[in-house]
């Protein structure tokens, strides 16, 4: 076997409209559908992964949509692809103690907006796959991160007494046109 590593960019950005739709966003999340989602290594205190991730007409989607979709096109403009498909959106809260294990996630990539991260709450920690080393990425609170799907992450336990709500989606990026004369096309 030989690996030849290659290099690519993980964009980070400030939600250019964090200021304006924290709060409101997180209103509708309180009166969001969510459950408390314990196991053996997980403790997320509210999310609506198991019932609503598929559903795009919820309040709080319908409210993030239009600023999220602006936020997507400039990053796609940036990484030089074209589209972007979302198939899975969904919340997670965080309270004092919750975390969630080493996961990885399906679709091109993984995204999380740090809707309300406490200066001292846990930020997403990350296995570097060409050394295997634990990482932290380096994110505050209304930031946007997009990350291949396929790294390892996880959330370590949030201890401090805030909490720590993130909007997370999973989304498959294409190429149109782009290449269209070199690929032969008219
Ligand atoms: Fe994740």
Do not use: C
Request: net charge negative.
């Amino acid at each position: 076997m030989h690996k030849q590593n290659i290099s690519f960019p993980i964009i980070t950005s400030r939600f250019h409209a964090h200021d304006n739709l924290k709060q409101p966003l997180l209103e509708t999340l309180d009166r969001a559908v969510g459950e408390h989602l314990q196991g053996h290594t997980d403790d997320i205190s509210k999310s609506d992964w198991e019932t609503g991730r598929f559903d795009y007409e919820r309040e709080w989607v319908n409210l993030f949509r239009p600023d999220l979709f602006e936020h997507l096109h400039k990053w796609l403009a940036e990484i030089k692809y074209d589209t972007f498909n979302i198939g899975e959106i969904w919340y997670q809260q965080y309270t004092n103690g919750g975390r969630h294990a080493w996961h990885i996630h399906s679709a091109n990539f993984t995204n999380v907006y740090y809707l309300e991260l406490p200066e001292d709450g846990p930020k997403t920690e990350w296995i570097d796959p060409v050394t295997q080393e634990r990482k932290v990425f380096d994110v505050q609170e209304g930031d946007i991160i997009t990350f291949p799907s396929w790294i390892k992450h996880r959330s370590t336990t949030n201890e401090s007494k805030g909490t720590k709500t993130i909007i997370s989606w999973n989304m498959d990026i294409a190429i149109s046109d782009r290449y269209g004369e070199e690929n032969g096309y008219p």
